[in-house]
């Protein structure tokens, strides 16, 4: 057994401080002078220097000056296969996909190719502060395969699955639903639970699934029910009439996994820009996870997550927060939390009536708002809650009551944010038809 103490500056959370508003320092631990005590690499004890040293005399410590010393970051959503394409120019989602990724995603094929991709990637999330993520693969095996065996070489925790696509891109990248089925298995049976490493059944996105492969996925996720479900949803307005064209039996996008039953407290769709009110209170009440990536959204131009309306305690989802690179054109979780702040603010010129009285809502502004102490606690201790919790949040009582929309809004409600399948007329008729499903009533 091997014992070692660092001394040093530490910060860190101990709840969420959305739960604390006014008083979010109530959510964190700060130790000027702290010892960790970690034995075996697992943490034995932390606290005040004064009183942890005394508990285990004898050890070797390591100080550690003129730092603040943090948990690793958790990036919810990433594509290590996008690596040598971060920063693309010129295009939204699904031309970016075309011209860009799937043409670069294919070269993983190549074991070489794969091996030296999945090196740098994992250097540059260890050189941001990385030590834990959510990873999308390639739809052969081989990128999921030595992302595994270098993530267990470094100890490092990664959640990845190969990442299944069977529809609308080019024929030699689209894999069959037989075939990601059997890889899926396979994957499984080798990496899930060996060391730190984690499997996520993966279908890359309901644009690009048949029903056949979200029912592989479905009999995947049946059959290994202690496996995660990552997947993307409502990022780009084009991409989510894409879908209710592909899946026109659903009502919306959230629809088409919750058909597959996938939704559930190990679920992870990542983006949710374009999630109307009643998806996310469907969401919250299945415990299942959002993740923002918002650096993402911003640099594809896909649009401006709703983090006020998300973290309403009538229906707060759990989220993560993610790079997405190459979407996203950073590695570092900090620079996440640097855009995801500004798109706070964005939201926030609808949302303090000045354009339109009708959606002020004021409650929901100051949830838009990312305070430092909001977003360390989203990049740390959250994350894991939102991969790993298996009680929903709503059902989570807060220690103060956070303000919600309900209780302060004075002007009508908000009005849907929803996708339509069909240009703008067409919209309104298909909304009439049924009761609008993103009133927060
Ligand atoms: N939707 C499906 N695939 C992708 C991807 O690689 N990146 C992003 N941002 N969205 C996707
Ligand atoms: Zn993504």
């Given at each position: 057994m091997s014992t070692i103490g660092i001394r040093g500056t530490f910060f860190d959370f101990i709840d969420d401080p959305w739960k604390h508003v006014g008083k979010e320092q109530d959510a964190a631990r700060f130790h000027k002078d702290g010892l960790l005590v970690v034995t075996d690499g697992i943490i034995a004890d932390f606290g005040p220097y004064e009183r942890v040293a005394a508990a285990h005399p004898g050890i070797v410590i390591s100080h550690i000056k003129d730092r603040i010393i943090v948990p690793g970051f958790i990036d919810g959503h990433i594509h290590l296969p996008q690596t040598r394409i971060l920063g693309a120019f010129g295009e939204q989602l699904l031309p970016w996909l075309q011209t860009w990724v799937y043409p670069e995603e294919l070269k993983y094929k190549d074991r070489d190719y794969a091996r030296e991709g999945v090196k740098r990637f994992l250097d540059a999330l260890l050189a941001s502060g990385t030590t834990t993520c959510q990873a999308f693969t390639?739809?052969?095996?081989?990128?999921?395969?030595?992302?595994?065996?270098?993530?267990?070489?470094?100890?490092?925790?990664?959640?990845?699955?190969?990442?299944?696509?069977?529809?609308?891109?080019?024929?030699?990248?689209?894999?069959?639903?037989?075939?990601?089925?059997?890889?899926?298995?396979?994957?499984?049976?080798?990496?899930?639970?060996?060391?730190?490493n984690l499997y996520a059944i993966t279908p890359r996105f309901a644009y690009g699934a048949s029903p056949d492969l979200l029912k592989a996925c479905q009999r995947l996720?049946?059959?290994?029910?202690?496996?995660?479900?990552?997947?993307?949803?409502?990022?780009?307005?084009?991409?989510?009439?894409?879908?209710?064209v592909e899946h026109p039996d659903c009502e919306d996008y959230l629809g088409v996994y919750e058909k597959f039953d996938l939704v559930g407290p190990k679920f992870s769709g990542g983006h949710g820009v374009y999630l109307t009110n009643g998806e996310f209170r469907r969401m919250s009440k299945k415990g299942a996870a959002v993740v923002f990536c918002p650096c993402s959204n911003l640099f594809l131009g896909s649009g401006l997550f709703r983090l006020g309306r998300a973290t309403d305690p009538e229906h707060r989802v759990k989220m993560s927060f993610g790079t997405d690179m190459g979407g996203g054109n950073r590695f570092s979780m900090i620079q996440v939390l640097d855009d995801a702040y500004k798109v706070g603010m964005c939201n926030n010129t609808m949302l303090d009536g000045s354009i339109d009285p009708v959606r002020k809502d004021l409650a929901e502004a100051e949830r838009n708002k990312l305070s430092p102490y909001r977003g360390f606690w989203s990049i740390t201790l959250a994350a894991p809650k939102a991969s790993t919790s298996t009680t929903s949040s709503a059902t989570s009582r807060p220690a103060r009551k956070p303000i919600s929309s309900r209780s302060i809004r004075t002007a009508a409600r908000s009005p849907s944010r929803g996708i339509s399948r069909s240009p703008p007329r067409a919209a309104g008729r298909a909304r009439s038809r049924k009761r609008p499903t993103c009133f927060s009533a």
């Open positions: 390639s739809s052969s095996p081989v990128a999921t395969e030595e992302l595994f065996e270098e993530a267990a070489r470094r100890n490092m925790r990664v959640i990845s699955g190969l990442t299944g696509i069977d529809r609308n891109a080019p024929a030699e990248f689209i894999d069959t639903p037989e075939n990601f089925y059997r890889d899926s298995k396979r994957l499984i049976a080798t990496y899930h639970n060996k060391g730190r996720k049946h059959e290994h029910p202690d496996c995660w479900v990552n997947t993307h949803i409502s990022e780009n307005p084009s991409e989510c009439r894409g879908v209710l």
